[in-house]
């Protein structure tokens, strides 16, 4: 039986409403404190900033930092000190 999109939409839907908890109203939107802390430290800039001057490359800074190529890109994004 082939599906469409319509059809996981409205499964989706359904689905959704039986989990929720009648009584409950709609929840506030919250920032989300939960996850994983940050191994960011404020210090890494100025490693990093000495580091490019010598040329390495994001792929180094994750490997020095103990992340991933993402996470260093993340940063970059996040922390206009770390550049």
């Known amino acids: 039986m082939k599906t469409s999109f319509g059809d996981a939409?409205?499964?989706s839907v359904v689905l959704g409403s039986c989990s929720r908890k009648k009584g409950k109203g709609v929840a506030k939107a919250t920032k989300n404190k939960g996850?994983?802390?940050t191994k960011y430290k404020p210090e890494f800039a100025k490693v990093a900033a000495q580091m490019c001057k010598l040329?390495?490359?994001d792929a180094d800074l994750a490997a020095a930092f103990?992340?991933?190529t993402v996470?260093?890109?993340n940063?970059?994004?996040r922390?206009?000190?770390f550049f």
């Open 35 to 37: 996850g994983r802390p």
């Open 75 to 77: 940063w970059q994004a």
């Open 9 to 11: 939409a409205r499964l």
């Open 55 to 57: 040329g390495v490359t």
């Open 66 to 68: 103990d992340v991933t």
């Open 79 to 81: 922390h206009p000190e």
């Open 71 to 73: 996470t260093v890109w």
